[in-house]
């Protein structure tokens, strides 16, 4: 069985993660995605609550699972026994962080390998940063993230 484990924040997830995801799904025979912690960052949303979200958005592909972890992305690649790390590319200003990434990945575990996926051009401006500034200043992010968690995004920056 092929799984592919997708990495990252998803602080909230958006339209562009969940096309990567669904993209991910029809290639691999499972999907892992995982909400990483990252100490460094406080986000809008706590981890389980971005667990939560996503579920709730991938809740009609059975071969898509849903986790968190707090640590290196390769020690849950072994506990998973997955060799595969699925990502996104947007621009060319994704590559540089992305390429380094790869590499310390395979450097830590050579067994590692990531696959790259082209963002839809109908997402390549999209990121989660883009989405919380655009719904703290009052615009509409309709088509922006799935329409299931609108409410939540528009209530959590709201402080509600
Ligand atoms: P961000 O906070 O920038 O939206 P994450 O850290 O949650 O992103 O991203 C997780 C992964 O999803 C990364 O591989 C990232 O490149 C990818 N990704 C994010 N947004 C998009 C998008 N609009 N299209 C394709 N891939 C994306």
Known sequence: MK??????????????????????????????VVVLVNVDKKGLFKIDERVELIKR??????????QSFNGLLVDFMRQK?????L???RAVSDFEYEFQMALMNNKLDPEVETLFMMTNAEYSYLSSSAV??????????????????IVDIISRIKGE
């Open 3 to 32: 799984i592919a484990v997708y990495p990252g924040s998803f602080d909230p997830v958006t339209n562009g993660h969940l096309d990567i995801i669904a993209r991910g799904a029809k290639v691999f025979d499972e999907v892992i």
């Open 81 to 85: 026994k997955a060799t595969v790390i």
């Open 87 to 89: 990502k996104g590319l």
């Open 57 to 66: 958005v991938t809740k009609d592909y059975p071969n898509v699972k849903v």
């Open 132 to 149: 919380k500034q655009v719904a703290k200043f009052g615009g509409c992010i309709r088509g922006l993230v799935p329409d299931e968690i």
